[in-house]
């Protein structure tokens, strides 16, 4: 039986197409927003709001552990043994098309357990959003700081997203981001992006 404890040394590497890749893909054939995979349970598909548990056998403590801890690097893996967790983001391809995930890998009950929420490739102007018009303004500010907070799932970084794409469409400027992990990428219009990782391309 492989245990928790036994895990020290990452085996991450990302040219390597992984065991739960298969499940991550089949999300996405099924147009799934979060997968959430928890020992002695299958696999489970948030889709359309609803969630919906695979046809598939329930997985055991060593199988969760074999499947999900390939994906952390060094990095990602020591935060896991000192936290108890680790968020992450993963690329998955389906016909050729990269998909992002946001990857939460947790304990619970003293067991792994896995959430993964997938992001979406377009981001959305404000009117899509049903933002206010004062988000535009937001936008325009040359100096100070601006704040966005809410409560998980509220929607902070799909309006950070569409804020940062349209200065990107809309002004001359030089965006630098440091994300934990990125979700969106940009692909620079107007401005000059740049995008940093935490533990990958930054420390801190």
């Not at 889709?47 to 969760?64: A, C, F, N, Y």
């Not at 998955?92 to 009950?109: C, E, I, K, S, Y």
């Not at 799909?158 to 400027?173: D, R």
């Amino acid at each position: 039986m492989v245990l928790i404890a036994d895990w020290k040394k990452s085996t991450f590497d990302p040219r390597k197409d992984l065991e739960i890749d298969k499940i991550f893909r089949l999300s996405i054939k099924h147009k799934c927003s979060d997968i959430h995979l928890q020992v002695d349970r299958p696999p489970i598909f948030r889709i359309r709001g609803g969630l919906k548990t695979l046809d598939m056998p329930p997985i055991t403590e060593s199988q969760m552990i074999e499947l999900t801890f390939p994906m952390m690097d060094q990095r990602n893996l020591d935060i896991f043994h000192r936290d108890g967790g680790a968020d992450f983001s993963k690329v998955v391809a389906l016909d050729g098309d990269p998909w992002r995930f946001r990857v939460n890998l947790l304990t619970q009950l003293g067991k792994v357990g896995m959430v993964a929420r997938k992001i979406e490739r377009f981001i959305p102007p404000f009117e899509g959003l049903y933002l206010p018009p004062v988000m535009e303004s937001l936008c325009k500010f040359d100096q100070g700081m601006v704040l966005l907070a809410g409560v998980t799932g509220s929607g902070k970084s799909t309006t950070i997203a569409s804020m940062l794409n349209w200065i990107n469409h809309n002004m001359n400027k030089h965006i630098l981001t440091i994300e934990d992990p990125i979700e969106f990428v940009y692909t620079s219009d107007n401005c000059l992006i740049n995008q940093r990782e935490i533990g990958q391309d930054v420390i801190d």
